[in-house]
């Protein structure tokens, strides 16, 4: 079983930067794919940027360099560093975690990241 709780969302300027956090609790963060997806109201949830173990990293087409996503297996934490943020940003950002050996994936509450014009 894994817990994933995220943070750092908030409300943003255009144009400013935020910083999201997901920590997660139980066994195999440090093999596990972890991702962050986003979901904007009326929208499918789609994929913003996932991290292997490895450290290999994908990013959805929209990002274009602004976000980066990075972990770190001692705290059992990965972030999303999101800079140059636009209004179509908004959304509620989630944590997932795909585990190496498994049959589910987990999925944190989510938070809410809010840009103004």
């Known amino acids: 079983q894994v817990q994933l709780v995220e943070s750092g969302g908030g409300l943003v300027q255009a144009g400013g930067s935020l910083r999201l956090s997901c920590a997660a609790s139980g066994n195999g963060f440090s093999t596990s794919i972890m991702g962050w997806y986003r979901q904007a109201p009326g929208k499918q949830r789609e994929l913003v940027a996932v991290i292997t173990s490895a450290g290999v990293t994908n990013y959805g087409d929209f990002v274009k360099g602004r976000f980066t996503i990075f972990r770190d297996n001692a705290k059992y934490t990965v972030y999303l560093q999101m800079n140059s943020l636009e209004p179509e940003d908004t959304a509620i950002y989630y944590c997932?975690?795909?585990?190496?050996?498994?049959?589910?994936?987990?999925w944190g509450q989510g938070t809410q990241v809010t840009v103004s014009s």
């Open positions: 997932k975690c795909t585990p190496k050996f498994g049959v589910y994936d987990y």
